[in-house]
Nanobody, 125 residues
Framework: QVQLVESGGGLVQPGGSLRLSCAASQRIFSDKIMGWYRRVPGKQRELVASIASRGNINYGQNYTDSVKGRFTISAEHANARFTVYLQMNSLKDEDTAVYYC?????????????WGQGTQVTVSS
């Protein structure tokens, strides 16, 4: 099993920035897709950004239209233990949500889909 531990949420004023982190508990050598989702009460969960990883190469960043140009997803690893980040700039009220990270591991010992515990982001003046 892989545990994902998130950090970095909080309260920020409109126009401000936050950086979310999500660290995996296990070394994962297999290909994977790492993403950030968000959920607002009463609405469906939304994929915010995703990035793929093969070996030492990260590629294929994708963003939902509402965050393009404001959010950046990135990933790094130390000896195959991955951390994925979401840098959020120019935050708006409508970015308020609980943010969840997700790893989809496509093969190997840890094949499967894993979720972080969620972190609250509140954008308010």
């Amino acid at each position: 099993q892989v545990q994902l531990v998130e950090s970095g949420g909080g309260l920020v004023q409109p126009g401000g920035s936050l950086r979310l982190s999500c660290a995996a508990s296990q070394r994962i050598f297999s290909d994977k897709i790492m993403g950030w989702y968000r959920r607002v009460p009463g609405k469906q969960r939304e994929l915010v950004a995703s990035i793929a990883s093969r070996g030492n190469i990260n590629y294929g960043q994708n963003y939902t239209d509402s965050v393009k140009g404001r959010f950046t997803i990135s990933a790094e690893h130390a000896n195959a233990r991955f951390t994925v980040y979401l840098q959020m700039n120019s935050l708006k009220d409508e970015d308020t949500a609980v943010y969840y990270c997700n790893f989809i591991v496509t093969g190997g010992l840890y094949k499967g889909s894993y979720w972080g515990q969620g972190t609250q982001v509140t954008v308010s003046s």
